[in-house]
């Protein structure tokens, strides 16, 4: 089992109020003290402001913790009676393979040193770690125009030789070319037609796949009756591997702001972000950017992505 990147919305319906002794006093279950007390010391801790924790029906020995206006909780906090555990996307416990949960948890005996390992250990996700999370979709988006090309041209391709790769040696392709571009007359025009449309969609085909793709991946959301956008700068170099593992250069090659009023992104964005909204999540459009879900949405900060 991998680390479960676990929604805030799947958990804040169960959210609880530390303030108040009912937690720890209306549940059967000798953990339940042991955890109040230990979710309270690390919420002072760790001095986030509005840091919420959640604990599903019948969970005698954990808790979320999180922030309200986050697309991913922090973790979650663990007691059994005898230890106090903190499990975290950020810990590599390596005695454990990456499969096991234990592999991103730390425990001890000792609450105090427990609260040392959340305060450690826990933190939100920044915006790229966010994006990161739709890397494979963002990746089918991008790769969808080419592939689209390549199909054509192929077809195309079997239809002028019953081949499927090549339509002729580069040579005599060219030769090919310089007959079609000089506008000389097949005997039959339908060839010439073909021929035409071939070496366009192989142009086109080429343009896109050596299309840059320098994006803008934006989380719209309203925290504090405002509403606000946690921002992200992805050049084409990560945005063509952000489906790959999480590694530490992502937070290198990306530029991020957190909490941007919506007002401040300009109307080239919020014109984009626009225009994406009207889509199904997993939907986008060549130009403008793709829409991830219905918070979020990788955008091209210019009206169409630049070439190389």
């Known amino acids: ?17 530390l303030n108040q002794a009912t937690w720890s006093l209306s549940i059967a279950s000798a953990a ?6 230990f979710a309270r010391e ?18 005698g020995s954990y808790c979320y913790i999180y922030r309200p206006q986050d697309k991913y909780i922090m973790g979650r906090l663990e007691y059994d009676g005898e230890k106090y555990g903190v499990y975290s996307r950020t810990i590599e416990n390596k005695r454990y393979n990456n499969y096991n949960a234990e592999h991103y948890t730390k425990s001890s005996k000792d609450m105090n040193k427990a609260v040392k390992h959340a305060l450690a250990h826990l933190r939100p996700y920044k915006p790229v770690e966010v994006a990161h999370r ?6 089918k988006f991008i790769s969808s125009v080419p592939d689209q090309l390549r199909v054509t041209k192929q077809n195309l391709i079997r239809d002028l030789t019953r ?6 040696t580069d040579t005599f392709e060219a030769e090919m070319r310089h007959l079609v571009q000089s506008g000389y007359r097949f005997m039959n025009p339908e060839i010439g037609e073909k021929l035409a ?25 309203q925290h504090n009756n405002q509403q ?30 957190e909490g941007v009023p919506i007002e401040q992104l ?18 986008g459009e060549p130009g403008i950017g793709f829409k991830a879900d219905e918070d979020e949405f990788f955008v091209y900060p210019e009206a169409e992505p630049a070439s190389e």
Do not use: C, W
């Not at 070496?199 to 719209?220: P, S």
């Open 42 to 59: 690390v919420k002072r801790a760790l001095r986030m402001g509005d840091l919420r924790v959640a604990s599903p029906p019948g969970a």
């Open 32 to 37: 339940y003290p042991g955890l109040a007390t």
């Open 1 to 17: 089992m991998s680390y479960n990147h676990k929604l805030v919305s799947a958990v804040k319906d169960n959210e609880i109020d």
């Open 266 to 283: 300009g109307d080239n964005l919020i014109g984009r972000v626009s225009v994406l909204s009207m889509l199904q999540p997993e939907q």
């Open 228 to 257: 606000l956008a946690d921002i992200a700068l992805l050049p084409h170099e990560l945005t063509k591997r952000l489906e790959y593992n999480f590694a530490a250069d992502y937070y290198k090659l990306a530029e991020q702001a």
């Open 197 to 221: 449309k071939y070496f366009e969609v192989k142009q086109a085909h080429e343009e896109a796949t050596n299309r840059k793709h320098d994006m803008v991946y934006l989380r719209v959301y």
């Open 134 to 139: 739709r890397g494979a979709e963002l990746d």
């Open 163 to 168: 081949n499927y790769s090549q339509l002729a």
